[in-house]
């Protein structure tokens, strides 16, 4: 019965009316004003439709709103509260492997809403997945990562290849055959990418050489916050200096090594040595920054809870930016052909993407 639906405060009940005059039947965005229902707003008549309907006339403008009855007990009892995908993450354990991740064939996902559901619904559960048998042309990444989200253009341009180059040609280390330690990309931008994806296009020699390496922020902030709480404290509260400079442009952010919510969980990880600036630290606070910095560090490359994978031709790997720090091991040129092709992802385009996906295939898969 409508009884049953629960506690509904009027003006917000106004709001909620979906009729073309109050809202957008395309876009869905609101064509009345919240601002100017009056709180105290009440209704002059409301009668029961259809078996599944109530129907409330309102005062200030004798509007007629129609409500679906099972809606409003579903809204009472809290089935329709939104739970950000990101509260789904878990935090990786020991031995953790490849075999564990959420993976797919490319041509699955390229082709079928349904398997593109099945596998982006469970990425965010350990902030990462993979993607086989790619086509091994240019481009690739971006065609996949345009039926994911919305690709971003950065400093390297829409995307970019990653090989390895001489140092006085490079504009950034990844672009060498040296070890890139665990890192979180464009820390030195503001508002930095959440997702970056990685296609490898070529990958012959060594097995044991340019391997891709991955770790668990949340999970080494975790164990830092119950072992070395100070250490947690400074890093959730004092900022640090990010810089990369390319073509004589300096790009610099201060941020904080770990980013945290107003409740006190943690948001984002946004430690990379690599960028890292000290100069400008003030005295006072260098000793326990570069201190709880380097316990962070010791924690991020604990080997027992780190993701080693050597690339394959035709692999993509996806990786939340904000929680998952990427690196690789060092390589010889002269024995290993390596050759990745790589572009950033926009995580609002992704939750849309998904949140799509799921009004059609939530029940299914």
Known sequence: SVSDAGFFLLSQLRDQCDCPQCLHPRTKQKLLDAATIPIDIAPVDVTLGNVDELNITWTSERHRSVYNTEWLQKCASGQFKLVPPEQKRKLWETGIGIDSLPTAQYDDVMESDKALYAWLSRLLKPGIGIVKGAPLVEGTVLTFGERVSNVRKSIFGR????????????????????????????????NPVV?????????????????????????????????????????????????????????????????????????????????????????????????AFRLLTEYIRDSSVLLRYQLKAGDIVIVDNRRILHGRTAFNTKEMRRHLEGCYLEYDGFKANLGSLEEKWGNEV
């Open 159 to 190: 995307s970019y290849q990653i090989v390895a180059y001489p140092d006085d040609e490079t504009t950034d280390v990844s672009y060498t055959p040296r070890i890139l330690n665990l890192h979180t990309d464009l820390v030195y931008f503001e």
């Open 195 to 291: 997702f970056v994806t990685i296609h490898c296009r070529e990958m012959r020699g060594p097995p044991d050489q340019g391997m891709s390496v991955f770790a668990d922020g949340f999970l080494a902030a975790e164990r830092l916050k119950e072992s070395h709480p100070e250490a947690y404290r400074v890093l959730t509260s004092l900022p640090v200096d990010y810089l990369l400079e390319v073509d004589g442009k300096p790009y610099r952010n201060r941020t904080r090594v770990i980013c945290t919510d107003s409740d006190g969980n943690v948001e984002k990880i946004r430690a990379n040595s690599l960028d890292l600036v000290t100069k400008d630290m003030p005295y006072h606070q260098q000793r326990p920054l570069l201190s």
